[in-house]
């Protein structure tokens, strides 16, 4: 592959060293996970009503239970949700932080009794 001949040699410097520190890839998958509405939709609302469980998420979204789980597993496995089980019942919630911060930056709120009324 040619090199591009470059005009500001201290800008290129300055630009590539920004191409060092962060995880490049592990941003790319996390705003991969992210970009899927349906993925969004989901933690958005694990962050308003955690300890939810997948009859009630698919409820709430408008899915199928199948669908749902799906969705789930692929946030369990990058470690976004974590489930508990209750009886035979297994709730989740969102446990990464960043992702909560996120979610935040976009407009998420908590859910609080005086919303219920």
């Not at 591009?4 to 300055?14: C, F, G, L, M």
């Not at 630009?15 to 991969?32: K, M, S, T």
């Not at 799906?70 to 974590?82: D, I, K, M, N, P």
């Not at 969102?94 to 005086?114: P, S």
């Amino acid at each position: 592959m040619p090199e591009t001949p470059a005009i500001d040699p201290d800008h290129v410097r300055r630009a590539a060293q920004a191409l060092v520190a962060p995880d490049i890839a592990g941003w790319a998958g996390r705003f991969e996970l992210l970009s899927d509405p349906n993925r969004l939709r989901l933690l958005l609302c694990l962050h308003h009503a955690p300890d939810i469980c997948v009859t009630d998420l698919a409820a709430a979204l408008g899915m199928t239970g199948t669908a749902v789980s799906h969705a789930l597993r692929l946030l369990r496995q990058q470690g976004w949700v974590e489930a508990q089980r209750s009886g035979r019942t297994v709730r989740y919630r969102l446990v990464d932080d960043t992702v909560h911060e996120l979610l935040h930056t976009i407009g998420a709120t908590h859910f609080h009794e005086h919303d219920a009324g």
